[in-house]
């Protein structure tokens, strides 16, 4: 399969900046210099993080997660992050709603007839919209 790389539009990195800037530290620069890897040196103040969707993309094999876990670490000493991510549309929607996001954790669904467990279980959010009064 072979790789290939997508950047920021210049107008949302504007946006963004705009809003949350400025950014004095990308953990994701393209190209990446040879033998570079963010997950193992410190951020900056306020990074803008676009890392590689696709584990097969990253360094070590290493995906998005991976960027995640790194900037929520960062936040606990006091940087902070901007990562822009993939998101399927339903969840824009109820985000775009006002939904509540509630994580339930990686729930282990039952099989309807056998109630075996799904030996794989799946990170699940709950999303609760509360009626208009």
């Known amino acids: 399969m072979s790789r290939r790389y997508w950047l920021t539009p210049p107008e949302v990195l504007e946006d963004l900046t705009r809003r949350y ?3 004095d530290f990308d953990p994701c620069p393209c190209p990446r210099p040879e033998d570079y890897n963010s997950l ?3 951020w900056g103040q306020m990074n803008y993080v676009n890392p590689p969707f696709r ?4 360094v070590g094999g290493k995906g998005p997660t991976a960027f995640v876990h790194k ?5 606990k000493q006091g940087k902070g992050s901007v990562l822009v991510l993939p998101v399927q549309s339903y969840v824009m929607h109820l985000a775009a709603a006002g939904a509540e996001i ?3 954790g990686r729930v282990k669904w039952l099989e ?3 109630k075996e467990q799904m030996p ?10 509360r009626g208009e009064k």
């Open 40 to 42: 193992e040196i410190p």
């Open 112 to 114: 309807a007839d056998t």
């Open 102 to 104: 509630v994580s339930l």
């Open 55 to 58: 584990k097969h993309d990253g």
């Open 120 to 129: 794989g279980p799946s990170p699940i959010c709950a999303f609760v919209l």
């Open 71 to 75: 900037a929520i670490a960062e936040a």
């Open 21 to 23: 800037g400025p950014f």
